[in-house]
């Protein structure tokens, strides 16, 4: 393999390519915007800076929240307390920063848009505003909205999430996620750095009245809409059936991040699943124990078994999680009144910001927990009645 082809220079594409030219593969980025912003949250959770510390360690402006606040209708707020913070950039800034070290790797990076990727058993020929050029090997990192039809993943309507809000002028140290009646998603308030990111993401609900139900949220927070910038995305957000038909992978190409469907299907996430998938898409091309004709293969077994076996399973949870009914009442509802009372909840909830919980692995946690939790929210009820009586 001579020279690999990085379609997309966003945060998944500028680190495999990182990956692979500092392991002396020749490798070419290519992106008609580069470095760009991106209004919405944009957080790092633990486990992201963890594994590669780099990203917590530098120079580059940054917030690292330690308080989030959920709320629900009929339940109040309940205020965690995080152990290991968020990490928030620019997501310019961020995106820089890994096209720097691409680049500092030995990658060549071209701003230019990619048209077309053809390949008819040779090597791929890839046509762009700037000309063409062949590559043995094409690494999928348009994101969402990727305009090449032949490779990464294929979504209907209802495995992608909308994701809209405004860039507000305002500060605040902590994070509010807003769970609303009936809806797949939620309202943030995400910190960033000199303004706050307000939004709403959702399945299965047109623009219009999500804009209208957050704009609701921002009248009576007295977060002014008139004025700040408004952004809206398309996220990946896969259902069951869409993981089953993931195209991840192909003769001579394999897609990451965004371009994969690689995104946490609750929350959104997605920061840490673009790099982590990048690593192993490197790994698998530069792996040595396997022909170039099945590192497609290898990627995709590598992806599933480090995170994309559970963010299938996660995909199955979601409907029941936003729309789901527990004691008789609606399940972010109940979360939140658990999580005041609840030791046992908030450290799974600690674990869940930080990425340390598994989606397959919550089940069996919480059937061990439910028990004590109950107890735990009963006595709290009680002892709180008998305060009020004294």
């Known amino acids: ?74 339940a109040g707020a309940a205020r965690l307390s995080l152990r290991e913070p968020l990490v928030v950039y620019s997501r310019l800034d961020l995106n820089r920063l890994l096209l720097e070290r691409a680049e500092r790797a030995g990658a060549r990076i071209e701003k230019t848009r990619v048209l077309e990727a053809t390949r008819s058993g040779g090597p791929w020929t890839v046509r762009t505003t700037g000309g063409t050029l062949q590559a043995d090997f094409c690494i999928v990192a348009t994101g969402a909205r990727n305009s090449l039809s032949n490779v990464g993943t294929q979504w209907r309507p209802d495995d992608a999430m909308r994701a809209l809000g405004y860039y507000v002028p305002a500060r605040q140290d902590h994070i509010d996620i807003q769970f609303l009646p009936q809806l797949e998603g939620y309202i943030w308030v995400f910190p960033r750095c000199g303004h706050v990111s307000v939004g709403i993401c959702g399945k299965g609900v047109p623009a219009q009245m999500l804009r209208a139900r957050l704009e609701a949220f921002m009248l009576e927070r007295q977060l002014p809409a008139r004025g700040a910038s408004f952004f809206s995305h398309l996220l990946p957000a896969l259902g069951a059936s869409g993981w089953r038909n993931n195209r991840l992978s192909g003769p001579g190409w394999v897609a990451v991040g965004d371009a994969g469907g690689l995104v946490d299907p609750i929350t959104g996430e997605g920061l840490y699943y673009a790099l982590r998938s990048a690593d192993l898409a490197a790994e698998a091309l530069l792996s040595e124990a396997h022909a170039p004709a099945e590192k497609p293969r290898v990627y995709r077994d590598l992806v599933m078994r480090d995170f994309a076996a559970d963010l299938a399973h996660g995909a199955a949870i979601a409907p029941r999680f936003f729309l789901g009914k527990f004691m008789s009442g ?61």
Request: glycine share 10%; hydrophobic share 45%.
């Open 330 to 390: 609606p399940v972010p509802q109940r979360m939140v009144q658990f999580l005041r009372r609840s030791p046992c909840l908030r450290e799974l909830a600690q674990d869940l910001f930080a990425g340390a919980q598994s989606y397959l692995g919550l089940k069996s946690r919480l059937q061990r927990n439910l028990q004590g939790a109950l107890a735990e929210t009963l006595m709290s009820f009680l002892l709180g009645r008998r305060e009020t009586q004294a």
């Open 1 to 74: 393999m001579k020279r690999v082809a990085v379609l997309g220079g966003g945060p998944a594409g500028a680190f495999a390519a990182e990956r692979l030219a500092s392991a002396g593969l020749a490798t070419v980025v290519l992106d008609e915007k580069l470095a760009w912003e991106k209004p919405c949250g944009g957080g790092l959770t633990a486990k992201a800076y963890r594994r590669y510390p780099f990203l917590l360690d530098n120079d580059l402006p940054k917030r690292l929240v330690a308080h989030t606040l959920l709320a629900a209708p009929g």
